[in-house]
């Protein structure tokens, strides 16, 4: 039986994003029996859902794990599942939704082992008491993707006293409250972690120019940025690991 695994991203037309993408296909692929691996787009640009589900058929796939790309629950979490199971009675082919990527505790130690690279790299001062975290997420009106947020930070607050976060856009608090909030435990150095999956324009741009504004407004200058979650042999394994799993729950593989 040839298996397909499908990743359904929300949609971006920065080639890095795309980039990154290909490379967690292509690692995924190496490290399972997977026949064919590849990405949809839930929006912005093709490949669509439909799109991704036809290439699949068409290399000759039995069976398709969907794999939902997303670190919230929420619309367009709702939207990817909606528009698959849409699809999946059309097709008489095997075909199974795993969870996303929410609510597990590896994706903290991914955010934790960017923090710690970050002081390496940097020679930052270690000393957790004089480091404030400042954990940005994208942001938006549905309230189970604020808690899966919170899920995150609460962890990292586990291992740093000082954790605080904010929202580039759709919901308080913005990234000049987040810097401000930070700001009351008189830290010597704030770390920000974009908690973004990939190098889109939200990290190259959208917070460096909310992040500079409010470093101008308090003139706080030690202020560092780590990597975003990207291509992760982690993430790798998380992906394959709810792959499994929803395959064998389902009971039709």
Partial sequence: MKKALLIIDRGSKMK???EELHDTCDLIKYKTDYSYVDYC???????YIDEG???CIDRGADSITIVPYFLYPGMKLKDAVTQT??????ENKKMVITKPLSYQPIISEIVLNRVNSLIVEKGLD???KNLCLLLIGHGSSDKRAREAFLYTVNSLQKIYKNVKFCFLELEPPNIEEG???CLTSNPNTIVVIPY???KGVHIQKDILVDLAKAQEKYSFNSLFISGHIGVDPVVIDLVITLAKEAEVKSGIF
């Fill in 16 to 18: 890095e994003v795309q």
């Fill in 41 to 47: 787009f839930l929006e912005v640009i093709p490949p």
């Fill in 53 to 55: 589900i036809r290439k």
């Fill in 85 to 90: 199971a849409s699809i999946i009675p059309k």
């Fill in 126 to 128: 270690s000393d957790k």
């Fill in 179 to 181: 810097i401000k909030e």
């Fill in 196 to 198: 973004f999956l990939h």
